[in-house]
């Protein structure tokens, strides 16, 4: 018995060892980082200490060490050498980013700052006007409490005026009356007054319009462009954690109190605070972390207005966005490695068909194929019999995705949302006798019929609260229903509703109205695949308006051949039968013969008829579809002419616009101040002028090189070329892409804009495929003009790799590309070769070239185009 007991505990020892190891060899699998805290613990950091305690971070293989604030720690320093791998920060991020430092904002988690003035009820300090010879506790030449110094200079008060004190962080000074008046945070020291029955005053900047965002979730530069990955994968758990916080207030403040309260901050007041930063945290806006890049432009116009920045800066390289296209390594592993995704279906979904197979069609399905093109992800369609058993299967993991038609709290707090894909119409059914509903208010008090689907239900009683809405289990349930009066109406999709009422009920319902909004359908994931999350995001990016507009064609029309009474026509067919049939006989007894061979004449006649009539009709269909193909596809290319040209000039009005605003908000500034000079009001005003007239001159070049112009003029072909590089040089400076160029001074009589299109086209297709090109290379992009035999020779050739000879011979197809669907429409290159060939008469073709450079052999594709120097037309 001794023996045994000896076995069983040595077997105990080696599990618990195994076990062990286990243990360490997963925690070694965690990526370690680090986020320093920009103060002491309290719930102003409640979502990361939420994500760490529920293992929201552990889910995307981190291992976060959250690092405790101390007096002396300068976080922006620790990011930006590269002690911590993340950080939270205030807005003055924007002088450490002007200061040359590489910090790079993730999210904002308030959208107004917490930062406030304080004074007592019993001072009589009830207005920014008596400030006026008070004491002011608060560090306001510190550049940190700008919003509160844009505050009392907008209220016209003489800061010479104000006594001000060096903060002690200490509430009783104000209580004490050592000072007057005291900056504070709204979520913690207003608390600490009421506990004490004292009555106060507070001065909001967000009031007097100076709404400041505050606690920057930020990180280093080469963080993102060496760990992308792990940057998103990190910003989207410490959201998940903020969301669980907010929503979990009681319980998020017992976790602080109990471990991370080395303040001794009493429970109540930690849930006091929580409440308050929900407010700031969601204020004005429904989306957590958003950043508006218009509002940092403004906060950072405040400082230079201030005199407090140092250089200027792009706001576009401050704020951090993950909307790109092309999937990182991580994500293209995650979908190497993931056989297939489940997703939850409702039979009653709105967005599918069902067919007596029992497969699925419609919307949903539809563009998941498009999905699964563009990703390679695989889905499994999970069919469940209620939205409660579709939640049960999400939470244990049975299913990964679900599609929904609105954001709902049942939802909301145990996933995530990705873009909405398509937007359906809403119509009205009620019986044929209603007169046509113009407006939903007019449903009001009566029985509306709506499918059981929890988010369907949530998006009306959003916008139509009013209306008095019965569940039922199915379209055609409710439409039963409305046919017997027991519901007025039922509301659906037009699919849906159009389908049902031509298979059972054209001759009782009819379509009587539309509903003003349209349902957005959404995909909505388990908050503990990132992963699958941003690669749906940039699937759904991926699809082109082109695309959809099929899907939406396709199913959102109404087809009423489907529903058609061929009972009727049995019918009607059989008395014709009968009628016919005496006519017959009546003829044969006149004259038999000439029956026959009348019979055989309209019979000749009937098949030549039809087959004229059948001719006709395919001449005109493919006609049609010839002319929606012309249409669509000049729709695109003024589509991407357009975004082309905005683009350009955004990049040139960026800069202009920036010293537009910041001259005009100094003007103002110091006029409010009581400051404003003669001298610097002139000088701005200079400024403000040729700045504008600098915009004018930039509009007018690109109106000149973006203009259709059909008219055959003399150009040189250098001088068209330099200023077209000039607007456009900017996307290849910043991805690192040099020009070699050879230029001759050639003059030629043709088409100068649109040879100036071609030009840009070929030029951008070379650039995106150096940008997608995932080897450590030089980027060049050689470019060679010269004339030869009356013929003008343009060749342009890059380094990326040449294109696939299997496919070399369709890139002038129209639709046909190579490039990420985000990225392009296969379009381009295809209008390149109408425009040389049928408006130029010259040709274009494509070859892939090696070469060597610098003693290093490169590949690439090189297009070469030919063009007489004198146009005729």
């Known amino acids: 018995m001794q023996h045994h007991y000896k076995v069983y505990k040595l077997q105990k020892i080696s599990y618990l060892i195994l076990l062990l190891y286990s243990l360490n060899l997963f925690a070694k699998e965690l990526e370690k980082v680090s986020l320093q805290l920009s103060w002491f613990n309290q719930f102003q950091f409640a979502g990361y200490y939420i994500a760490k305690e529920k293992g929201f971070y552990k889910d995307v293989g981190l291992e976060v060490e959250i690092r405790n604030f101390d007096f002396g720690i300068n976080v922006p320093n620790e990011v930006n050498n590269k002690k911590a791998t993340f950080g939270v920060g205030r807005e003055t991020l924007l002088l450490d980013r002007s200061n040359k430092k590489n910090i790079v904002a993730l999210y904002a988690i308030f959208q107004a700052s917490p930062l406030i003035l304080l004074s007592l009820d019993d001072t009589n300090i009830n207005s920014i006007s008596d400030f006026k010879n008070k004491k002011i506790m608060t560090t306001i030449d510190d550049a940190g409490e700008v919003s509160l110094k844009a505050m009392i200079s907008s209220q016209n008060v003489d800061f010479k005026k104000l006594h001000f004190l060096e903060h002690s962080h200490n509430i009783m000074d104000l209580v004490n009356k050592n000072t007057d008046v005291m900056s504070a945070y709204i979520s913690k020291t207003p608390y600490d007054l009421q506990q004490m029955g004292i009555g106060y005053n507070v001065f909001y900047p967000k009031d007097y319009g100076f709404d400041m965002y505050s606690d920057f979730l930020f990180t280093n530069e080469d963080e993102i462009k060496n760990n992308e990955q792990r940057v998103i994968d990190f910003k989207n758990a410490s959201l998940r954690g903020w969301e669980y916080a907010f929503t979990h207030i009681h319980e998020t403040a017992n976790l602080i109190f109990k471990k991370y309260n080395e303040q001794n901050i009493p429970l109540d007041a930690l849930i006091y605070e929580g409440k308050e930063l929900k407010k700031l945290a969601y204020y004005s806006n429904s989306n957590l972390g958003d950043i508006k890049k218009e509002k940092v432009q403004r906060i950072f116009d405040l400082y230079n207005v201030m005199g407090l920045a140092k250089n200027s800066i792009l706001i576009d390289d401050f704020i951090y966005s993950d909307n790109y296209t092309l999937f990182t390594k991580g994500e293209k592993n995650y979908i190497k490695n993931r056989s297939a995704v489940n997703i939850c279906i409702n039979p009653n979904l709105i967005s599918l068909r069902h067919k007596s197979n029992e497969e699925y069609t419609g919307i949903l399905k539809d563009f998941l194929e498009l999905i699964n093109k563009s990703s390679g992800l695989n889905f499994n369609l999970v069919d469940k019999k209620s939205w409660k058993s579709t939640l049960e299967a999400v939470k244990s993991k049975e299913c990964d995705i679900i599609s929904t038609a609105a954001k709902v709290k049942e939802i909301k707090n145990s996933l995530n949302y990705t873009k909405s894909y398509i937007d359906i119409p809403l119509v009205i059914a009620t019986k044929k006798e209603v007169s046509f509903i113009d407006n939903v208010s007019s449903l009001k008090g009566k029985k509306i019929g709506v499918v059981k689907d929890i988010t369907f239900i949530k998006f009306l009683e959003k916008y139509y609260p009013y209306l008095n809405i019965v569940e039922v289990n199915s379209v055609s349930e409710g439409l039963k229903k409305v046919s017997t009066k027991k519901l007025f109406a039922q509301i659906d999709t037009i699919t849906t509703i159009s389908d049902e009422i031509q298979e059972n009920f054209l001759s009782e319902l009819k379509i009587s109205g539309k509903i003003k909004q349209n349902l957005p359908l959404y995909f909505a994931v388990r908050k503990d695949d990132n992963f699958l999350l941003n690669i749906l995001n940039k699937s759904i990016d991926s699809i082109d308006d082109f695309e959809k507009q099929k899907i939406i064609n396709k199913w959102i029309s109404i087809e009423y051949k489907k529903g058609f009474d061929y009972s009727l026509v049995w019918k ?198 150096l940008e997608t090109n995932n080897d450590e290379i030089e980027r060049f992009i050689f470019v060679e003009i010269f004339s030869i035999k009356q013929n003008l020779i343009i060749k342009i050739r890059d380094n990326a790799g040449g294109v696939d000879e299997e496919i070399i011979d369709r890139i002038f197809e129209p639709y046909f590309t190579t490039k990420h669907k985000a990225q392009g429409t296969g379009i381009g290159l295809y209008m390149s070769q109408e425009i040389i060939s049928k408006h130029m008469n010259g040709e274009i073709n494509v070859c892939n070239k090696e070469f060597k450079y610098n003693n290093k052999n490169y590949k690439g594709a090189q297009f070469t185009i030919k063009i007489p120097l004198k146009l005729q037309i």
């Open 572 to 769: 009607i067919l059989l008395v014709f039968i009968i009628i016919f049939s005496i006519l017959l006989y009546r003829q044969r007894l006149l004259n038999k013969v000439n029956t026959v061979l009348k019979d055989k004449v309209d019979e000749k006649t009937k098949e030549l008829k039809k087959l004229n009539e059948s001719l006709e009709r395919r001449v005109e269909q493919e006609v049609q579809n010839n002319r929606d193909k012309d249409r669509l596809l000049s729709q695109q290319v003024k589509m991407a002419a357009m975004g082309e040209m905005l683009e350009n000039i955004a990049h040139q009005w960026r800069q202009p616009l920036s010293i537009i605003s910041t001259t005009s908000s100094g003007i103002v500034m110091q006029k409010n101040a009581g400051i404003l000079k003669d001298d610097f009001l002139v000088k701005s005003m200079d400024t403000i002028n040729d700045t504008a007239q600098y915009l004018s001159k930039t509009i007018e070049d690109f109106r000149n090189f973006y203009e259709p112009n059909k008219n055959i003029v003399g150009f040189n072909i250098k001088t068209i070329y330099t200023k077209t590089l000039n607007i456009i040089s900017f996307k290849y400076e910043n991805l690192n892409i040099k020009f070699f160029e050879k230029i001759e001074d050639v003059d030629m009589i043709g088409l100068d804009s649109e040879l100036i299109q071609v030009v840009i086209n070929l030029l951008n297709n070379s650039k995106d495929a």
